[in-house]
């Protein structure tokens, strides 16, 4: 098993972060909604990452990641392997930072992405997700050109800007009894637990998954890093098959519980952000509020902080879900 | 024709307005885009009357005109016609003030909206709007029961109200060059535009109507009250046939052009701001903000207000015009 080689985060590595986050990245807004808190029947504040640069709370890793790079690396380049929303992160922070960034995707990523990707000035590298493995193509250019190698939530660096999403919103308002994030591999729950610990000590934080990927809820249950196929969902940013092992020991020192929704409740929740709310929110940034809202997790009359992960979504596809069309998985 | 009985709004009507509104209508968040920034070449402020209660800036001016009712007017309660906005508008305002509401609505009102007026408690009575002249069964509903009528925009208490909106954009972002603002019956134009000559005197108010229905820009340039056949376009909230004895005098006086966008552009502007700026805005309220980003009004270097006017579309209707299909007018 690969050990960390690097000391892992804590709260005093989220400070900094939003030192550094302050002025390149958004203070996104927290929005409440009466209609709700009527059907939880508690006080909800959405903090909304859907508004963030690149439209996911992704930059916040990537961009606290990024500012700390020495000269030598900086004059290389870095890279990352992501079809998502870590891929505009990365270009765009890279960007910013004036460094050049490599990023490789599948060949079949959504179109959007890539353009969006492309758009910030990052180099593309694409690869046959069928026949050829994603880390060893990373790894190689890597080794090639001398990048350095930003990875997509199991970094300390990364957990800690991520975890400046939830400090901005007990910041804003005050402590909470329950944090609902949404989990993939991890950088985002492990930072925003950190965070909770430091700021409300007393708040439980709850993680969701996608009933497809349960490989968290397992994980937590027997203890070691579960690993499973690559799940079939809708919620793209959180179809991981592993945690990390910067995020799990944290996960499992700080997240009370983790819960699945199925994909039927993710669009569901998409489409009452859409009406009710009047904001875009991608399948992955439903789950948090999916928990909630469709009942998963009790919180009647709780103070509950839900993370909204991001709002990049195909327009095509947000269409076809909100008719209650099937797509592609 | 017709002439205004009551005395025409000034200014210190909207600030009177906005202490009413105090507490009940939210303050609305002004919402910036740097992709939007780049394609208009301009600094662009939304004001975002898509999160306002009731999903609409009509609220403002609803609230505003029936919490200046006497204790009589209160006891016998109120009356709207609309199948839109203003319903919900004076359903929501009406049961906070504790006074009972009926609302006139066409049989073939979309669901939603009549839902969404029941909600509040009000009582909605249909018409067949292929036979029955609305304003008639409205006033025969008004003389039998002894309600007060609210007219959707041709009313000093409701252009006040309206106004507030304005208001509230220069008093958090300053002055501006050009404020854009969308065109019905012209109650939201009229009173925005007392706001500016108020707070920002040098700046260029510019209302927007659908190309189907610009009786607006006719009555301008005719130098009188144009009425037109009730235009068919996307943009229902401003599907007007004529402007109002109160509205058109202050906006002949202060709105320096009347301009017109295609529902098409409607369609891709209301794509651009559920793709990019993750929020769901009806065809009515892209009006201002089409006329920017289809390069309609040139507004290069500027500091430019885009009221955007409400966020009520049924998804369906908004899932098929995301997906480029077209829909029933």
């Known amino acids: 098993m690969k050990q960390p080689s690097l000391i892992p985060p804590t709260y005093d590595d989220i400070a900094a972060a939003a030192r550094r986050l302050d002025g390149a990245a958004h203070r996104t807004p927290v929005l409440t909604s009466r209609q709700a808190d009527a059907i ?72 959007s992405k890539m353009e969006a990707t492309r758009g910030y000035c990052a180099e593309i590298v694409t690869y046959d997700r069928y026949r050829e493995d994603r880390m060893a193509v990373a790894d190689k250019l890597a080794h090639e050109r001398g990048l350095t190698l930003i990875p997509p939530y199991d970094h300390p660096d990364v957990i800690a800007g991520q975890g400046t999403a939830a400090k901005e919103l007990f910041e ?88 699945t929704v199925s994909d039927q409740a993710l669009v569901e929740t998409m489409r009452f952000f859409a009406s009710r709310m009047k904001i875009t929110v991608e399948p992955t940034g439903c789950l948090a509020a999916a928990a909630v809202l469709q009942g998963v997790v009790p919180v009647k009359g709780q103070r509950v902080g839900i993370l909204i992960s991001g709002g990049n979504v195909d327009m095509p596809r947000f269409a076809a879900l909100l008719a209650g069309n099937s797509v592609e998985l």
Chains 1, 2 share one sequence.
């Open 40 to 111: 939880a029947g508690a006080h909800l504040f959405f903090k909304a990452e859907n508004f963030q640069r690149i439209g996911a709370f992704k930059f916040r890793g990537a961009f606290n990641a990024i500012a700390q790079l020495d000269a030598s690396q900086r004059r290389a380049g870095v890279l990352a392997y992501s079809s998502g929303n870590h891929a505009q992160a990365i270009a765009l922070a890279a960007s910013l930072e004036g460094i050049p960034a490599t990023i490789v995707m599948p060949e079949d990523a959504p179109t």
């Open 172 to 259: 804003e308002i005050g402590e909470l009894d329950t944090l609902l994030v949404c989990l993939g591999g991890g950088g985002l729950t492990a930072g925003c637990a950190l965070a909770a610990q430091a700021l409300s000590p007393h708040c439980r934080v709850i993680a969701v998954e996608p009933e497809a990927g349960n490989d968290g809820q397992r994980s937590l249950s027997e203890g070691r890093i579960v690993h499973i196929e690559a799940p079939r969902t809708l919620a793209d940013g959180a179809a991981t098959t592993h945690l990390g092992d910067y995020t799990f020991p944290i996960i499992q020192r700080l997240v009370s519980e983790i819960v």
